[in-house]
Every structure is written in C-alpha cells, then in structure tokens.
C-alpha cells in the first residue's frame, strides 16, 4: 500500500496538526497572564503599601523568568526529543524582553517620570541600576535581529554568535537582582541555579 498523502489527506484534521497548530496561540495566551494578573490586581485589590516599587519588582522577577524560561528551550528539546518546542524560542524571548521594557518603564516613566538628571545620579550611585542596564544593552540587539529578515542578513553562524550574549545578559540580571537585595536570597540563588544548569546542558552538548 503507498504511504503518499494524497492532496485531499494533507488537509484533513489530525490531533497532532491540531496541537502543533494550537501550541503557539496558547502558549502566547499563557505568556500574557502574568501581566494581565499584575493589572487586575492593581485595579482590584491594590498592591500595596508602595505599588510602584511592588510593579517594578513584579516586572523584574518576570523579565527575568522570562529569560531564564527562553534559555530552557533547547536543553528541553534536546532531553526531550520535542522538536517542536524550539518555534517558541523565538516568542518567549521577545516577551522576555517586553516584560524588561515594562519592568524600565515602570522605573523610568512611572517612579521617576522620565526625570533625567535623577535617573542619571541613581545609574552612578545605584550599582545595581548600572547592571540592569548592562543587561538591557546585551538584550536590545538580540530582540532587534530576532526577525527572519535578520537572520538571513547577519547569516546564521553570525546570528548565532550575536545571540549568546543572551548568557551574559542573563547573568547580569541574576546579578542585578542579587545587588539590589539584602535580605531573602533563596529566589535570585535559585535562578543563579537554574541558569548555571542551562548553561551546563549546552557546554555538555558542545564537548560531548
Ligand atoms: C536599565 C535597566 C534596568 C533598570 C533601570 C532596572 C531597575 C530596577 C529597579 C529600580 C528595581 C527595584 C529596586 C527596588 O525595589 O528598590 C529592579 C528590580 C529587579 N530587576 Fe531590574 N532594572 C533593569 C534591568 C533589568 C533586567 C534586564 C532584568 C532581567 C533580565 C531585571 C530584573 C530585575 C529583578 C529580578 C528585580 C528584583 C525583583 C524582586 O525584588 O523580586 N532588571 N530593577
């Protein structure tokens, strides 16, 4: 019996084309709830005694996670098999860097309303301010040259090198995070963990 598809077959419905084609639209859903959770409850409940500095810290952890999230891709197609899973990089990397525009924003428009000269003084006395934005340089061309286009301009070897500065740009967020705490270290500690494993699957894979 020949196992050609003919025209007719290579439309009809199957569970697995309906899940491929759904993946993408529900994980993008699933990426604007944090946000979405954030507004409601600043419109219902509140967010506390200082909402500004909660939002910020908010946006920050979900940046952050959203990096993080972005980089487990590959290491999870690759213990996986779920090929599949790599057509998300690109969209779970472009919300990283939404949730990092929001989290400045937050900073910069809302608690300093775009107050120039202050955000300048915090940047040189603030060290972790200095950082974050160290890490926000790394992250701006990555979401610039995340187009197709991009792709075939810079070439893929190219490409591939300008988007490991993802590594670096995640360590500055980890140690952003770490710099402006003093106390409760058990959540930066536990991205510190997760990056360096990330990191571990892809050396693994490189020398193995
Ligand atoms: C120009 C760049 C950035 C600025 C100005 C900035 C600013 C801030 C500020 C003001 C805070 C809150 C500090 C406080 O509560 O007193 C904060 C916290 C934080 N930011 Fe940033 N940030 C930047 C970039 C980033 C980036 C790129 C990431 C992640 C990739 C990030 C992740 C975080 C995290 C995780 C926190 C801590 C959240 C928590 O306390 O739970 N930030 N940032």
């Keep these: 019996m020949s196992a050609e ?22 994980v993008f859903v699933l990426c604007l709830m944090p946000l979405l959770w954030l507004i409601v409850r600043a ?38 098999g779920w090929n599949i899973v790599a057509r998300l990089r690109r969209m779970l990397g472009l919300f990283a860097y939404f949730h990092v525009v929001v989290h400045i924003f937050g900073y910069v428009g809302v608690d300093h309303f775009f107050d120039w000269a202050a955000i300048g003084n915090d940047i040189v006395k603030r060290t972790y301010i200095t950082v974050g934005m160290m890490a926000l340089v790394m992250l ?36 952003h995070y770490f710099m402006m705490i003093k106390a409760g270290y058990q959540e930066p500690l536990l991205y510190a963990v997760i990056l360096a494993a990330l990191f571990g699957v892809r050396i693994y894979k490189k020398w193995a």
């Design 43 to 80: 419109l219902t409940v509140g967010l506390g005694a200082n909402p500004i500095e909660a939002g910020i810290r908010y946006l920050g952890d979900w940046a952050l996670r959203f990096v993080l999230i972005a980089l487990a891709v590959t290491p999870l197609r690759i213990a996986t």
């Design 140 to 175: 701006t061309p990555l979401a610039i040259t995340s187009t197709d286009g991009m792709v075939r301009r810079l070439g893929g070897a190219a490409w591939r090198r300008l988007h490991q500065l993802v590594y670096p740009a995640a360590v500055a967020g980890v140690i």
């Design 5 to 26: 598809i003919s025209p007719a077959s290579a439309g009809a419905f199957t569970w697995d084309r309906a899940w491929r084609g759904a993946l993408k639209p529900v």
